[in-house]
Structure formats: C-alpha cells, structure tokens
C-alpha cells in the first residue's frame, strides 16, 4: 500500500543542519559514542563532575537539566520546608536559604567559655 504524496510540505526541513550526521563523536574514557555534538558535551560531564544546573532555592546542583526541574518539582509540591540542622521551618525556600546561614555563622561568644580559670 503506497501512498503517492505528491506535495508535502516540508516546514522545518532546514532544522536539520543542527545535526551533523556523518561526525560521529566517540568518547575516549567509555564507549559512549553520538553523532550529535550537543549529547556529548552533556555526556562529557559525567566525567568531569561539571554541575551547570544549580537551584536558585537552595545549593543544589544538578549535572542534568531534567534532574533540576524535577528538584525544582519538589520544592514547589513541599509548602513546609524543615531545616536539617534546627527544625527551622520555613514556607518559601528563599527563607529557608536565608536562614541557613545562620548556622554558617558560628559565634563562639557564649557558647564555649574560652579557656576557663584564665
Ligand atoms: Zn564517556
Ligand atoms: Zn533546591
Ligand atoms: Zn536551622
């Protein structure tokens, strides 16, 4: 069964000049291999531990842009925030952020007593 089409139109055949078909990219610390120059930058990053994606909520960071929207997901879905460290909690990640730098600042007035007797 064939359908002769006669005219098609073809809208976004000029897109295709983003793939460079005949390049094959091979990876030369594992067998990943593509010909699309944009995966394998990506891929790249799993051996260089580069994270791009970070969290403008909190100091995560994702390697992939797909595991920080999902990140992103949760943050939104969770309205109460819990500080890991106090049991602060907070509605909004961007309180919860501020907040954490408190615990990045340490005062050592009042909680140790110093050398003591001196
Ligand atoms: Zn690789
Ligand atoms: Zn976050
Ligand atoms: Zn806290």
């Known amino acids: 069964m064939r359908h002769s089409r006669g005219h098609k139109r073809k809208k976004r055949s000029d897109r295709r000049s983003d793939i460079v078909r005949d390049v ?14 944009g995966y394998f930058k990506e891929h790249t990053r ?10 403008d909520s ?3 960071r994702a390697r992939w842009e797909g595991n920080l929207k ?9 309205k109460t925030l819990l500080c890991d ?10 309180y919860m ?8 600042r340490v ?5 140790t007593s110093g050398p003591s007797g001196v």
Do not use: M, N
């Open 24 to 37: 094959v990219y091979i990876c030369d610390r594992c067998d990943y291999r593509t010909t699309y120059k």
């Open 46 to 55: 799993i051996h260089t531990g580069e994270r791009p994606f970070s969290c």
């Open 58 to 60: 909190c100091d995560y």
């Open 70 to 78: 999902r990140h992103k997901r949760a943050h939104q879905g969770r």
């Open 85 to 94: 460290r106090c049991g602060y909690k907070a509605s909004e990640a961007s």
């Open 97 to 104: 952020t501020k907040h954490k730098r408190v615990h990045d």
């Open 107 to 111: 005062t050592p007035a009042g909680l």
